[in-house]
T-cell receptor, first 110, second 112 residues
Framework: KQEVTQIPAALSVPEGENLVLNCSFT??????LQWFRQDPGKGLTSLLL?????REQTSGRLNASLDKSSGRSTLYIAASQPGDSATYLC?????????FGKGTRLHILP | DGGITQSPKYLFRKEGQNVTLSCEQN?????MYWYRQDPGQGLRLIYY???????QKGDIAEGYSVSREKKESFPLTVTSAQKNPTAFYLC???????????FGQGTRLTVV
């Protein structure tokens, strides 16, 4: 059974710092991995999608990497801003189900 | 504009009642999903559907039912058999396969 783990569960960093969020999964037979952002009481916003054949994807200050063989992904956020404060979730898909980690709650200190 | 619409945003249910949560998408997506989110537990899959008139149970289907009579609609019924229904419910859709998933804004259900 696929399990997705995100470490740390919560993180506070001063504004302007670069940071890395981690995601690991137990079954490497995935089609893709997706990173989402969730603001309190809201739905999920898709940030980046990495196909299983890809190593990384970039969007603005965000960069996500995927190492399928080791079951790991990282989300790198450059020059963090207070508006980046949110919960970040990773999810893996095998085409039918989408399985989520519990998320990392990020707080950027002004 | 295109997207996924969940309604209502807030829903209150009395003990013993069934309630239905609406999820509509105009993205022409084949696959649709229902998740439940509780504090500290992440998202758990309730039901999913890859095509019209077909759906499968997720990890926590007991006490829930769905239908997929139209491609754009995937309503979720929370029945009286669900013992702890108070939660935040999220609907998602995708083209299926290895494509990107998109989410609605959620429905917060409270049992009173």
């Amino acid at each position: 059974k696929q399990e997705v783990t995100q470490i740390p569960a919560a993180l506070s960093v001063p504004e302007g710092e670069n940071l890395v969020l981690n995601c690991s999964f137990t079954d490497s037979a995935i089609y893709n991995l997706q990173w989402f952002r969730q603001d309190p009481g809201k739905g999920l916003t898709s940030l980046l999608l990495i196909q299983s054949s890809q190593r990384e994807q970039t969007s603005g200050r965000l960069n996500a990497s995927l190492d399928k063989s080791s079951g790991r992904s990282t989300l790198y956020i450059a020059a963090s801003q207070p508006g980046d404060s949110a919960t970040y979730l990773c999810a893996v898909s095998r085409g039918d189900k989408i399985i989520f980690g519990k998320g990392t709650r990020l707080h950027i200190l002004p | 504009d295109g997207g996924i619409t969940q309604s209502p945003k807030y829903l209150f249910r009395k003990e013993g009642q069934n309630v239905t949560l609406s999820c509509e998408q105009n993205l022409n997506h084949d696959a649709m999903y229902w998740y439940r989110q509780d504090p500290g537990q992440g998202l758990r899959l309730i039901y999913y559907s890859q095509i019209v008139n077909d759906f499968q149970k997720g990890d926590i289907a007991e006490g829930y039912s769905v239908s997929r009579e139209k491609k754009e609609s995937f309503p979720l019924t929370v029945t009286s058999a669900q013992k702890n229904p108070t939660a935040f419910y999220l609907c998602a859709s995708s083209m299926g396969g290895n494509t990107e998933a998109f989410f609605g804004q959620g429905t917060r259900l409270t049992v009173v």
